[in-house]
């Protein structure tokens, strides 16, 4: 006897709201927010005017935000607001996630070890923004983390990489909990036809 074949599509993932308000903030600190409420019309996310979300939100309207932006500014302009954007998630992070306790002894520690601990913390948490998305870390020296499939740049095909937002957010947290001179570079994108956007660190 045949089996029955399940077509349900899986449930897509949800990543934290930073991913959305962050880009907002500092899309208005760019260009005022006339654009932030072009953006977020054209993302199909206008009911976020009223009052921005609280709580996980569908990745599928980070990557509609994300496509938006693009479309909106262009890819260089995006590009800029969607790091400033990380930035600003980082420092939400250290306000409102991070332990100060944790912060304290991260920047008292050797780079390497620091790294480590911090990494380790990031793959704990990564369900937040890589939603249906796989992350792996790899801890060697210049430390790298891996996103595929996550929701930046889903779809998308591009000359340059695109997660400017994840570089952005890595980058603050490494240079505010590891070394002050650390630079977060987006090696790989799946934007450009890789198998995963890969991040590198390096201090």
Known sequence: MNQPVNTTAPAPGRVGPNAIIRVAEALESFEGRERVEALLEAAGLAHYLDAMPETMVDEREVTRLHVALRELIGVEGAKAVSRDAGARTGDYLLARRIPRPAQRLLKILPAP???RVLMAAIQRNAWTFAGSGRFEIHPAYPPRFVIEDGPLCAGARAEHPLCDFYTGTFER???????????VTETACQAKGAEACVFEVRW
């Open 113 to 115: 070890l620091a790294s």
């Open 173 to 183: 947290l490494y240079r505010k909990l590891v070394q002050r001179q650390a630079q």
